[in-house]
């Protein structure tokens, strides 16, 4: 399935919920943001949440310093 994440089509496996998309980018969701088709999903919801073919997804990370 194709999603574009973070403005750049990308090919991923049928069936991926937020979860899984983060496992695979291998990010925490304690450390980022997730967007999905302009609408912030809370994290608890990210195992239910599944994606699909053509959605556009924006992860945005936080960054420690001073």
């Known amino acids: 399935m194709q999603l574009k994440i973070n403005g750049r089509e990308s ?18 969701k304690e450390q980022v943001v997730v967007e999905v088709n302009q609408a912030v999903p809370e994290k608890q919801t990210y195992a239910r949440t599944y994606l699909r073919d053509g959605d556009a997804v924006e992860i945005v990370k936080f960054m420690g310093g001073g």
């Open 11 to 28: 090919e991923v496996e049928e069936g991926l919920n937020l979860d899984g998309l983060l496992l695979k980018y291998k990010l925490r």
